[in-house]
């Protein structure tokens, strides 16, 4: 096709998108499409056709339509807080973003059938408060849930930290809407804990990161509001006890543990050096914390006993060295600000390899010992700064740079780093993406770990549902 004539089939279906969503639902001039163009970390920067808006799901099958027929490539885009560049377009500039923050509608909460139905856009903190409001809990809790959208929790399978007790976003959906990549709409809005009839097909867009199709509407599960809450920060000693005070802790509570987050002394450091109204509660230096929530709906559940004999039992046992608990919602929030403000601290420490794993639960200490011993051979004076949900064997093993060395020349052995970690991962039976998906940074990296077989029934899937590949091309899996 020539450049003139591409030029006009572009402005073509510029004109006819814009006759779908008027012009309030469309940007095309550069500066309006910046803030859509990069991914949180700057590692990917894209340029767009156009950035559409739809009102509604309607209109976004109508969009599909038009773009499936004019053979030009679509990334659905929520909130863009995504971490592997799967919400962001190529450089090459061929593709439309297709952005959901219009889809924004509450459509029914049902408390007692414990369901809440939404439009994709709808931001995940607005979800968690119409769930309190109804008394209610919404339990996906992420650091970027004040402005990361549901759709895009479901597409890449949001974890967060209360994944131990409710699980992934996978185990909170129970029904999808979603728009195919030939524009029809698949309803399956279904509100029912069960339903086995045939190919659970709605697992196919729940972490298929809109490779598959754009997911416009969900029916997710609630459960009952916790009526108390016990917050503790425990001190380690050796990062072996780790696993011996989860099991202790799940024992003693009754499975009432929603929470246990790993921080490493590192990490300590950078969150008191470097985030406002954050610092290290205890007396004296320790290698290891976890960060330690129960959580009860019951209000004659005894929480702090229970906490409190856990804790005891820890301390007689030697597993933990000390322990602060929270005795405000203030200093909870701190011990909180403290674990989610770490990526942020990390930026002010220079450049960071970062790596999104899981090991079974069970192995987690190895993890760190083997996966610290090997980046540390491999390049002294790198500064590892693990931290995550231990509960469910999910560690971001972030990588801070040797103190004085050049951050580009650092991040040029991203390759090389991630080699060595995931090399260590995957001897383990774990996996190299835990919680943040594929997209467009580890595209390569799972065809160097995953079964063939395996990538082969992803590829055939895709041209199966896909079989134009305009629905996020080049995210997940090559065809």
């Avoid at 894209?46 to 679509?74: H, M, N, Q, W, Y």
């Avoid at 090459?92 to 924004?104: A, D, F, K, P, Q």
């Avoid at 425990?234 to 011996?244: G, H, P, Q, S, W």
């Avoid at 914390?289 to 929480?303: I, K």
Wanted: net charge negative; charged share 25%.
């Amino acid at each position: 096709m020539s450049e003139l004539l591409e030029q006009a089939v572009t402005a073509e279906l510029l004109d006819r998108i814009t006759e779908v969503v008027g012009t309030k639902g469309i940007l095309t001039a550069e500066n309006d499409m910046a803030p859509f163009m990069a991914e949180e970390r700057g590692l990917f920067v894209g340029k767009a056709l156009a950035v559409v808006k739809p009102g509604s799901t309607e209109e976004v099958a109508e969009v599909v339509r038009l773009c499936a027929d004019a053979g030009v490539g679509i990334v659905p885009q929520g909130g863009n807080t995504g971490l592997v560049g799967g919400n962001v377009p190529f450089e090459h500039g061929r593709e439309i973003v297709l952005n959901t923050s219009r889809l924004n509608r509450i459509r029914d909460i049902d408390p007692v059938n414990f369901t809440i139905t939404v439009d994709a856009g709808v931001v995940l903190e607005t979800i968690q408060q119409a769930a309190d409001e109804a008394d209610c809990l919404f339990p996906l809790a992420l650091g970027a849930q004040g402005s990361c959208q549901i759709g895009g929790n479901i597409a890449s399978n949001a974890g967060g930290v209360n994944v131990l007790k409710y699980g992934n976003t996978r185990e909170l959906v129970l029904g999808l809407e979603v728009v195919l990549p030939d524009g029809s709409i698949w309803n399956n809005m279904k509100s029912l804990g069960k339903d086995n009839t045939g190919y659970a097909l709605k697992h196919l867009f729940i972490g298929g990161e809109g490779t598959l199709g754009i997911i416009t509407g969900a029916v997710l599960k609630l459960f009952p509001k916790p009526v108390e809450q016990q917050t503790a920060l425990c001190a380690l000693d050796d990062v072996a006890d780790v696993t011996k005070v989860l099991s202790r802790a799940r024992a003693l509570s009754g499975d009432a543990v929603t929470a246990f987050e790993l921080i490493g002394r590192f990490g300590m450091e950078l969150a008191d050096r470097h985030l406002d109204g954050v610092s290290d509660p205890f007396e004296a230096p320790h290698p290891w914390y976890v960060l330690v929530e129960f959580s009860s709906s019951r209000p004659d559940a005894n929480l702090r006993g229970a906490f409190e004999t856990f804790l005891e039992s820890a301390f007689e046992e030697g597993i933990i060295a000390d322990a602060v608990i929270a005795e405000s919602l203030d200093q909870g929030k701190m011990f909180w600000r403290l674990r989610e403000g770490l990526p942020e601290a990390q930026k002010h420490e220079g450049a960071s390899i970062k790596h999104d794993v899981s090991v079974p639960v069970s192995r987690v200490p190895e993890f760190l010992d083997r996966a610290t011993k090997a980046v540390t051979e491999a390049m002294p004076g790198i500064r590892p700064c693990p931290f995550g949900h231990v509960g469910d064997g999910n560690i971001h093993y972030n990588l801070t740079q040797p103190e004085g060395m050049d951050p580009k020349e650092y991040l040029g052995h991203w390759d090389a780093m991630n080699r060595i970690v995931h090399d260590i991962v995957v001897d383990m039976t774990g996996s190299i993406s835990a919680e943040h998906g594929v997209g467009r940074l580890k595209v390569d990296e799972i065809v160097h770990y995953k079964q063939a077989e395996e990538i082969e029934m992803m590829r055939r899937i895709k041209k199966a549902l896909d079989p134009k590949g305009i629905m996020n091309p080049g995210k997940v899996v090559r065809v």
